[in-house]
């Protein structure tokens, strides 16, 4: 049986919580997916957030944008 999880195929269906307050994305207009990678064994993490939080927590010199499309 395998446990590995099936890559994902780029298409997001469902929003993620926020990472950093924990409340709903539903209807964010500055919601943001991150992905954090492992070096070793292709380890993935997703995370959700408002931009704005997530903007409150980065260290200097980083900053997300939101450009609507």
Do not use: I, K
Request: proline letters at 6%; aromatic letters at 8%; hydrophobic letters at 35%.
């Amino acid at each position: 049986m395998n446990d590995e999880e099936p890559p994902w195929t780029g298409v997001l269906t469902e929003r993620l919580r926020c990472c950093v307050c924990g409340e709903s994305t539903d209807d964010a207009p500055d919601y943001v997916l991150v992905e954090l990678t492992g070096p070793a064994g292709g380890a993935r993490q997703w995370f959700g957030a408002h931009a704005g939080h997530l903007n409150g927590v980065l260290g200097d010199g980083f900053r997300v944008e939101v450009h609507l499309m």
